[in-house]
């Protein structure tokens, strides 16, 4: 099972922080912490401009909960959107033991 958090931004929220990019300000701290990449920091390798990052079981359990631990610590709501790593839709573009980063077809 891949794994994603997405800040569900209401408008008081965007008036508070000014970022383009919620998710990965928030998440961004406990996720070098945790050993993965910094998200804020943008990947130039791949072609595809629309890729998101999953975390995978392990990425979950290791750093997945401290990620939205601190986006609800900041007073924020976080949906968890979830996919089965059989999908026939998705598309995998990279993979660790940590996380995954891919596109979905519809």
Not at 57 to 62: M, S
Not at 96 to 101: G, K, M, N, R
Request: proline share 5%.
């Amino acid at each position: 099972m891949y794994r994603r958090i997405e800040v569900i931004m209401n408008a008081e929220a965007l008036k508070k922080y000014e970022c383009k990019l919620p998710t990965m300000c928030f998440a961004g701290t406990s996720m070098v912490k945790s050993g993965l990449p910094d998200p804020t920091k943008r990947l130039v390798w791949y072609d595809n401009k629309r890729p998101k990052h999953f975390f995978t079981e392990k990425g979950w359990k290791q750093c997945g909960h401290a990620v939205v631990s601190e986006i609800r610590s900041q007073g924020l709501q976080a949906r968890i959107i979830s996919l089965k790593e059989r999908d026939p839709r998705i598309n995998i573009l990279y993979k660790d033991a940590l996380q995954v980063l891919l596109t979905c077809r519809s």
